[in-house]
């Protein structure tokens, strides 16, 4: 693969997200690099936990969820309720 198609092929993964960024990765690992989540990691840059949980999605036909809901900082009144006794 030379170089200019391997940063078209890293420009489309970035315009993704989710399960449709990992199921690419999916296709792309199954095309290029022999289905090895590893080589696609050494040569394109991606998270090899990413792509292997894209090649299992695609093998499976089954899609993890994604909780965007649970990162970051939580609200004030969530970390410090208190519970009222009447």
């Given at each position: 693969?030379?170089?200019?198609?391997?940063?078209?092929?890293?420009?489309?993964?970035?315009?993704?997200?989710?399960?449709?960024?990992?199921?690419?990765?999916?296709?792309?690992?199954?095309?290029?690099?022999?289905?090895?989540?590893?080589?696609?990691?050494?040569e394109?840059?991606?998270?090899?936990?990413?792509v292997?949980?894209?090649?299992?999605?695609?093998?499976s036909?089954?899609?993890?969820v994604?909780?965007?809901?649970?990162r970051?900082?939580?609200?004030?009144?969530?970390?410090?309720?208190?519970?009222?006794?009447?």
């Open positions: 693969m030379n170089g200019e198609t391997k940063n078209l092929i890293k420009d489309a993964c970035k315009r993704l997200t989710g399960y449709k960024r990992r199921a690419y990765q999916a296709d792309i690992t199954m095309e290029y690099f022999d289905g090895s989540a590893y080589k696609a990691e050494r394109m840059g991606w998270g090899r936990e990413c292997r949980k894209g090649l299992g999605e695609t093998q036909g089954i899609r993890c994604d909780n965007f809901q649970g970051g900082r939580k609200k004030k009144k969530t970390l410090f309720s208190v519970s009222k006794k009447t």
